[in-house]
């Protein structure tokens, strides 16, 4: 279906890791060379650690826990798995503002919007990219952001931590941030589903385009 525009797809199951990067590489490219439309891509990996272009060797403490893949996404080490919500947004930057700094700070936004529609206080955090919430022990990530852009089109994105299970982030330095732990929607409480989620985010995207419209409108 269509969700402002931009074609919206929910996979059902665990989709392998390899299987998404081909599609969105492929999409990204027809985006790009043959009017493609854009895509907001939510689904679900099967347990897996994925390394981004700062990754540091060290930051992978189990390496035989999980599959291990590179990525083409910034960041450094980052866990995909179960009850997690990942969502891959291809954009046209062409079209809605060169401005790759403006477009990772409103997709931080539009998660943190939806994150608000579930009842979540979240927020980010300076010189500390991703999604953030306060608890008891202090702060606490819940959602990791990743991007690549290619000629101006958007890969990768977001995933938030609805229920998975946070013992699979032990085996890597979450985003190279040691000090800081992981958080889920159900460790703070929240009953929410993934479909409650996805529907979170379609109410919050709006926002999040009007965003990289002022922005396009600037340059």
Request: with cysteine.
């Amino acid at each position: 279906m269509e969700n402002n525009g931009i074609e919206w797809r929910v996979s059902g199951g665990l989709v392998p890791y390899p299987q998404a990067l081909a599609e969105m590489e492929a999409r990204a490219a027809a985006i790009r060379n043959e009017g493609a439309g854009e895509l907001a891509w939510m689904l679900e990996h099967p347990p897996l650690y994925t390394a981004g272009t700062s990754a540091a060797v060290d930051e992978l403490l189990v390496p035989d826990r999980f599959p291990v893949f590179r990525s083409g996404r910034g960041g450094r080490y980052t866990y995909h798995g179960p009850g997690q919500r990942v969502g891959y947004i291809l954009l046209d930057l062409e079209r809605r503002g060169r401005d790759v700094r403006t477009y990772v700070h409103a997709l931080e936004g539009w998660v943190i919007a939806a994150l608000a529609r579930l009842g979540v206080a979240a927020h980010p955090a300076d010189g500390r990219i991703g999604i953030w919430v306060d608890t008891p022990g202090g702060e606490a990530k819940i959602g990791a952001i990743g991007v690549r852009v290619r000629r101006w089109v958007t890969l990768h994105g977001f995933a938030i931590n609805v229920a998975p299970d946070l013992s699979h982030f032990g085996g890597i330095v979450p985003c190279g941030l040691a000090e800081y732990p992981v958080t889920s929607l159900a460790a703070l409480g929240v009953a929410a589903t993934l479909d409650d989620v996805d529907a979170a985010l379609v109410a919050a995207m709006p926002d999040f385009l009007h965003a990289l419209c002022r922005s396009a409108e600037k340059a």
